[in-house]
Nanobody, 118 residues
Framework: QVQLVESGGGLVQAGGSLRLSCAAS????????MGWFRQAPGKERAFVAA????????RYSDLVKGRFTISRDNAKNTVYLQMNSLNVEDTAIYFC???????????WGQGTQVTVSS
């Protein structure tokens, strides 16, 4: 079991950047795939990015590819989401997730709000 706490959300102007962090606790972090989902107002949760336990494999939604970068530091039990060139459509609650492999996420954080103003 992995417990997840997100931070780094906030208000940013379009074109700006934010870096989200997800601090994880639990014995299995080092062997867990990690990822980020988001939920915009009135919409369902959607996949954003994921990274394998080793960090060697990453996956991105087409909507964020080239603008967002996921990374992890297993020594710090932390996963990051660097978000550049933000636009208003990126406004959402961002959730950190963990699981046994990319695409199989069973643990969710509480979420952090990202708001992009025009």
């Amino acid at each position: 079991q992995v417990q997840l706490v997100e931070s780094g959300g906030g208000l940013v102007q379009a074109g700006g950047s934010l870096r989200l962090s997800c601090a994880a606790s639990g014995r299995t972090f080092g062997t867990s795939a990690m990822g980020w989902f988001r939920q915009a107002p009135g919409k369902e949760r959607a996949f954003v990015a994921a990274i394998s336990w080793s960090g060697t494999t990453t996956r991105y939604s087409d909507l964020v590819k080239g603008r967002f970068t996921i990374s992890r530091d297993n020594a710090k039990n932390t996963v990051y989401l660097q978000m550049n060139s933000l636009n208003v459509e990126d406004t959402a609650i961002y959730f950190c997730v963990a699981g046994p492999s990319i695409g199989v996420f069973i643990n969710w954080g509480q979420g952090t709000q990202v708001t992009v103003s025009s």
